[in-house]
């Protein structure tokens, strides 16, 4: 079978780092386009560069929104550090990003392809602003792939996710898009995708550029996870809505409709999915309840280690 066509909209980000090196053996993947989020755009950009040049990946790189669509920018520095991606040592970076026109990138990609996925993994601006910009595309999709959100308690407030809640409008814009396929990946699944320090053991014994670097990743960002939460494995948030689309066999979906609260003093960027049995909403999204964990750490550290 042909290797899904996707669009990786990130904002690297140490999950978003593996992701791109997953989704590009297992995906043909046509962009790269970069979002505010862990980390300022500028940063965002540079660390998507960063990862194609030291795993020599040929894909194109456009940065795209250097802010929410109406609520102030955020970043995760506790998480991912002031660089977005602290830990190893940072090599210079040769690449340049193809344009600053991320939004018209996945514009035209999806009008010029038949049946491309768009996989976000960072906050939704770019995606939202494309729907908005350029509704034909929508129904020109194979679908949407979403890390966001959270059926339970969120990570950066108690009941927001992260991706969802720095920009909670451009998330509803999506969620409420009625895009012919919505997966969401919430840190209710994300959770049960941990690395740890086997999975960092593994990584150093293969050695190489590539490798080294990720487990430099993982160190740092486990390192943060024991420090504030007492994990001793830390979530790989971003490649679950890679495999979702490589691998949906490997996960238990159940449809749902999932709104979200935009104005909510204790719960802006919650992800609201109506859970009630019998319920009349119809479901604009099929949400990731469980998966194959052991599957899908296999497949992590086989294509981090493919890079040689
Ligand atoms: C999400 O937020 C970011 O910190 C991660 O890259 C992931 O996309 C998890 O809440
Ligand atoms: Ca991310």
């Avoid at 990584?203 to 024991?226: I, K, P």
Wanted: glycine share 8%; aromatic share 4%; net charge negative.
């Amino acid at each position: 079978m042909a290797a899904p066509k996707i669009i990786l909209d990130c904002d690297p980000g140490h999950d978003d780092a593996v992701a791109i090196l997953l989704a590009a053996q297992h995906c043909d993947v046509l962009a790269i386009t970069t979002v505010s989020g862990n980390a300022p755009l500028t940063l965002t950009t540079q660390n998507a560069l960063l990862m194609c040049e030291l795993a020599g990946l040929d894909i194109p790189v456009h940065a795209g929104a250097d802010r929410p669509l109406l609520v102030p920018a955020a970043h995760a520095p506790r998480a991912h550090g002031a660089t977005g991606l602290d830990g190893p040592p940072r090599p210079e970076v040769h690449r340049s990003e193809a344009s600053n026109d991320a939004v018209g990138c996945i514009i035209e990609t999806v009008r010029g392809h038949d049946d491309v996925w768009l996989v976000p993994v960072g906050p939704l601006t770019n995606i939202a602003l494309a729907f908005r910009q350029a509704p034909d595309i929508v129904e020109r999709l194979a679908g949407v792939s979403l890390m966001g959100g959270a059926i339970g308690p969120g990570n950066v407030t108690p009941t927001a996710e992260f991706n969802i809640w720095a920009d909670p409008h451009a998330a509803q814009i999506v969620f409420a898009t009625g895009a012919p396929l919505v997966r969401m990946a919430g840190l209710n699944l994300t959770h049960q995708l941990c690395v740890g320090p086997t999975e960092t053991a593994a990584l150093r014994t293969h050695g190489g550029a590539v490798s080294t670097f990720v487990a430099d990743l993982f160190e740092f960002y486990l390192a943060g996870y024991r420090e504030r939460a007492g994990l001793e494995a830390a979530p790989m948030h971003d490649p679950c809505a890679v495999l979702a689309v490589t691998r949906p066999d490997l996960f238990a979906f159940t449809a749902r409709h999932v709104d979200v609260e935009t104005d909510g003093t204790l719960t802006r960027g919650m992800t609201v999915a109506d859970e009630r049995p019998g319920t009349d909403a119809s479901p604009n999204c099929e949400v990731a309840y469980s998966l194959d964990a052991d599957a899908a750490l296999a497949l992590i550290v086989d294509a981090v280690c493919s890079y040689g």
